[in-house]
């Protein structure tokens, strides 16, 4: 819907935004124990009101005539009838929740919506996956501070279901089925879960276990119309492929060629042919990182002047070989606390949902493969962006008045970019033409954050693993000297498993860096 594509879901924006809602959060609770004390002090007004009258009607009505007898009595009644009832009919009716629920509804506009918990579910399932993640120690709280109830397990399956992801459906609903099993109370029904749980592994082909599940389901609730109907379906189905298991082995007796298993091929693919998905995948987990002994021993640290320069003659840089081709430099301790904290302060109003050239039509949207926030912040604005600037030219030798602004970007848990290139091809209509400033000749990344879990830069032509380290900088050419597009820069940003990762990013463009950097005499790829 359009509200949709005006305001992205929370689960995607930054954690202060996240944050803010945890304090909202917090506001509330107070506001309901609030609530709760002013009920509590009306019931225990109505209490002492029927104590009184209890033991009052209990006495007149004993002696109705000698009570009333007495004037005094007589007129009490009256008044109680007539003024007290109506004013406790006013107490009963006094509604105490005001004050919550106005606060309630105030702050509920900023509430995620059913979009942003779908996200976040979703999330955590694409997580699940990257880092391999198994079902149990998400749920039990692997992850420092967090467990899941049979209703979260339950939630997460049904939007694994929703997605037809039956995988993830299937392991969801058996550890929503064994916290149960282990006494968990929860308003999830057993039989809720098994339907799902005999539907998931049906549709992925384990008629015996979807059996299982449904006879078990039967058990709890022997009525259970469409259980009864899979019973008898999954039984046909189960005969039918047992009597061709005989058939073949049959046939393979009389002399016939027995078939081919259809994953055989599967498994002769080579780990170099994995997808790239998947490539990435394995190094933001960490393995697969090619680098060998050899190539290992000549990547050095070093303190770096850049040639004596005059900013660094004094105090030289430790810059480190983070990888040999392509080139990978990594600087520490090249941008200081105080710094990066201006950064982020600069950048934190102004984070927009990160956008990439559509290359069908050149235009900037926004895309599932790059989830993250991004701002712009312009040399004059603070002199620590001047700063910065100055210090990415002193130290790459590079010309940065042709660089685009300084960008900042922000990953919340789950925030990733997939595999790209920083330059533009050739076979694009020209993403970088407007800036007439030529192609992006290389890229400088600093990081401004650790990441608890997750969020490496990665490399997957090339299987290079680069972590964020809070304080450092990394910088690569994406060009040949030539001016063609290094391919084995292809990287991407790993998700976020846990915590928050800030990185600035500065993309250093060809015009200006004819002296700079010298043109290579021939093409190399
Ligand atoms: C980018 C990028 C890598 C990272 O923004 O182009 O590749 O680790 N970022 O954030
Ligand atoms: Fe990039």
Redesign the pocket.
Known sequence: SQFILLSPPIWRTCMCQMTDLLFTEKDLVTSLKDYIQAEERKLEQVKQWAEKLDSLTSIATQDPEGFLGHPVNAFKLMKRLNTEWGDLENLVLKDMSDGFISNLTIQRQHFPSDEDQTGAAKALLRLQDTYQLDTQSISTGDLPGCTLTVEDCFELGRIAYSESDYRHTEVWMAQALKQLDEGEESSVEPVMVLDYLSYSVYQQGELERALDFTRRLLELDPEHQRANGNLKYFEYQLAKQRKAGEDLRYRRSEGAEPEREESEGRKGVKKDNLPEKKKYEQLCRGEGIKMTPRRQSRLFCRYYDNNQHPRYLLGPVKQEDEWDRPYIIRYHDIISEWEIEKVKELAKPRLRRATVHDPQTGQLTTAQYRVSKSAWLTANEHSVVDHINQRIEDLTGLDVQTAEEL?V?N?GVGGQ?EP?F?FGRKDEPDAFKELGTGNRIA?W?FYMSDVAAG???VFPEVGAVVR?IKGTAVFWYNLLPSGEGDYSTR???CPVLVGN?W?S?KWIHEHGQEFRRRCGLHEMD
């Open positions: 960008q970007a990953y970019y790209h920083d890229t990344l969020g490496a830069t964020p990287h991407a940003a990762k990185v990013n």
